[in-house]
């Protein structure tokens, strides 16, 4: 089975752990951006029955325009219990799995809720094909390529992997960073994908005044 995590934080408070005073929090940009590729997502989708999403949103149970879609939704109170949005996302994605008592040998695909995919190649890849990571090498702050990091607005693992991972928390290490190292020492490299093109558009370091396209 595969399972896709949409990630969301309606009113985020931190980003690349700088508190979000001056960032698009609960505003009508950011709400839009969420509808917009989330809809676009699960237009891509299609209903298809091999692959079931689920937006998981970390600022408390109520009632959000997340409820309109046709999709699971799960709230958490992940929202500030770190500085940094990676390590919020990674407590939301554990609580998923437990809540759905997701398999270790089922797939997940994790996605940014603000981030759009423009087609079905990265999907069609992880269906199509089985291997335990499917990941973008990738310095998203520098647009260069690099083993050392990763595009972790879109992936796919195994959810055996993403269950047992927690960020260390280290000064010297970006959560991208970390979770590539994790993933390249757990993982035989025989079943890791290297992904060229994720055909993603993202809003880079919180902002949607620039889109870019890994």
Same mark, same amino acid.
């Given at each position: 089975?595969?399972?896709?995590?949409?990630?969301?934080?309606?009113?985020?408070?931190?980003?690349?752990?700088?508190?979000?005073?001056?960032?698009?929090?609960?505003?009508?940009?950011?709400?839009?951006?969420?509808?917009?590729?989330?809809?676009?997502?699960?237009?891509?989708?299609?209903?298809?029955?091999?692959?079931?999403?689920?937006?998981?949103?970390?600022?408390?149970?109520?009632?959000?325009? !997340?409820? %309109?879609?046709?999709?699971?939704? &799960?709230?958490? *109170? /992940? $929202?500030?219990?770190?500085?940094? @949005?990676? =390590? #919020?996302?990674?407590?939301?994605?554990?609580?998923?799995?437990?809540?759905?008592?997701?398999?270790?040998?089922?797939?997940?695909?994790?996605?940014?809720?603000?981030?759009? !995919?423009? %087609?079905?190649?990265?999907?069609? &890849?992880?269906? *199509? /094909? $089985?291997?335990?990571?499917?990941? @973008?090498? =990738? #310095?998203?702050?520098?647009?260069?390529?690099?083993?050392?990091?990763?595009?972790?607005?879109?992936?796919?693992?195994?959810?055996?992997?993403?269950?047992?991972?927690?960020?260390?928390?280290?000064?010297?290490?970006?959560?991208?960073?970390?979770?590539?190292?994790?993933?390249?020492?757990?993982?035989?490299? #025989?079943?890791?994908?290297?992904?060229?093109?994720?055909?993603?558009?993202?809003?880079?370091?919180?902002?949607?005044?620039?889109?870019?396209?890994?």
């Amino acid at each position: 089975m595969i399972y896709i995590i949409i990630t969301a934080s309606i009113d985020n408070n931190y980003c690349d752990g700088i508190k979000a005073q001056n960032l698009p929090r609960n505003s009508p940009e950011r709400d839009n951006r969420y509808i917009t590729s989330i809809t676009q997502l699960l237009q891509l989708l299609n209903n298809d029955p091999d692959i079931k999403p689920i937006i998981v949103e970390n600022g408390g149970k109520r009632k959000t325009y !997340l409820d %309109n879609f046709n999709c699971d939704v &799960l709230y958490t *109170n /992940n $929202n500030g219990q770190y500085i940094h @949005k990676g =390590f #919020n996302e990674q407590l939301d994605i554990q609580q998923v799995i437990k809540e759905y008592n997701i398999n270790d040998d089922d797939t997940i695909i994790k996605i940014s809720g603000r981030y759009k !995919l423009l %087609n079905n190649y990265f999907i069609n &890849l992880v269906k *199509n /094909n $089985n291997k335990d990571a499917y990941i @973008k090498f =990738f #310095n998203v702050a520098t647009r260069q390529f690099t083993y050392t990091t990763m595009a972790s607005g879109l992936f796919a693992i195994k959810c055996k992997y993403l269950k047992d991972f927690n960020y260390s928390g280290l000064k010297n290490k970006s959560t991208d960073t970390e979770l590539v190292e994790y993933i390249l020492s757990n993982v035989n490299k #025989n079943n890791i994908m290297e992904i060229e093109n994720l055909n993603l558009e993202y809003a880079l370091f919180g902002s949607n005044n620039m889109l870019l396209i890994v």
